[in-house]
């Protein structure tokens, strides 16, 4: 990947994350290219890798949208990811370095005390601390393909904000998870690493799937939309 197009994959990645584009909205290359001061070409090929990896889709003569989803695709989504993060957490709990254990147990911690110290002015702190908490589990399952294939749902969530609709009640079972699987990778115990990781991607579905319910259908591309709109493409040419 050229320094261009990691500019402008970054920048677009960030923006998704953090909810400067919002799930459904239109990624206009022009703007892309202006706010990240390189040529279109490089932003055409940062969107097709963020297409590659779910966070994007493109609509036939429409253009590139931000990633959209239906609780139905929340679930089968959540399905997969708990399948392979169960597992990337039970291979960690037997292979861990005392080193990433303790980070694990650091974070566990810091996102404890700033959920229940301030919730609502930390959710960007817990959200990065979350993704490095996870992400820091799958490299130490010691598995590449594992990891690779994990990373492709592991962030399609983020452009829901999820933490953000978090009752206070999720937000702390959440938080217990993340408790829970610190002290399984302390004891080893793959069995129960696993459990405690299924059941904490499954408690996260059931709030990402009210969100994403709760959505304004109207504010981006819903299924609806775009069968709507390949129906256009191909009556275009009869």
């Given amino acids: ?82 399948l392979l993060e169960g597992e990337a957490a039970g291979l960690a709990a037997a292979r861990i370095q005392e080193f990433d254990r303790q980070q694990l147990s650091v974070l566990a911690e810091q996102m404890s005390e700033l959920a229940e110290r301030s919730p609502s002015s930390a959710i960007e702190q817990i959200a990065k601390k979350n993704r490095e908490f996870h992400l820091i589990i799958l490299a130490a399952s010691g598995d590449e393909r594992l990891q690779a294939m994990a990373m492709q749902v592991i962030d399609l969530p983020a452009s829901y904000h999820t933490f953000r609709g978090y009752e206070k009640k999720e937000m702390r079972r959440s938080m217990g998870h993340h408790l829970e699987l610190v002290t399984a990778m302390e004891h080893r115990d793959s069995e129960w690493a696993t459990a405690v990781m299924r059941a904490h991607i499954f408690s996260g579905k059931s709030a990402l799937m009210r969100i994403v319910s709760e959505s304004n259908p109207e504010s981006h591309p819903s299924p609806s939309f775009r069968a709507r709109k390949r129906q256009q493409v191909a009556t275009k040419g009869i």
């Fill in 1 to 82: 990947m050229s320094n261009a197009v990691e500019k402008a994959y970054v920048h677009i990645r960030e923006g998704i994350t953090s909810g400067g584009y919002s799930p459904g909205s239109k990624l206009k290359e022009e703007l892309i290219a202006q706010s990240t001061g390189v040529s279109r070409t490089p932003v055409r090929e940062a969107l097709r890798t963020l297409a590659s990896e779910g966070l994007i889709e493109f609509i036939p003569n429409s253009g590139a949208y931000v990633a959209s989803w239906t609780p139905h695709e929340v679930a089968r989504m959540s399905a997969l990811r708990a």
